[in-house]
């Protein structure tokens, strides 16, 4: 970061700290990530991770296969989100 501020270097996309954030958080929710966290930090900080973060998703345009859902969402496609409810998870 200091080389780019400098002008050293050229960095693309621009950092932007706040969806890294954001994307780590979800990287804690991730099956494949799963065991490598509680394989690699102590148990007792494992959970409380779990209790700390909430459930967070990268929303990848990718589509799904057709037999797959988003997890925790129980949806297909993000464009299914429109019916979700703004002050609660279940749909109308």
């Given at each position: ?16 700290p706040q969806l890294e ?46 037999h797959a859902v988003i ?22």
């Open positions: 970061m200091d080389a780019a501020a400098r002008g050293e270097v050229h960095v693309t996309p621009p950092f932007k954030e954001k994307m780590l958080s979800a990287f804690l929710w991730m099956g494949q990530l799963h065991g490598f966290g509680a394989n690699n930090w102590a148990t007792r900080y494992w959970r409380r991770y779990g209790e700390v973060f909430p459930y967070t998703w990268i929303v990848d345009p990718t589509p799904l296969p057709p997890p925790e969402l129980g949806i297909h496609d993000w464009h299914e989100m429109a019916r979700f409810r703004k002050n609660s998870a279940s749909l109308f």
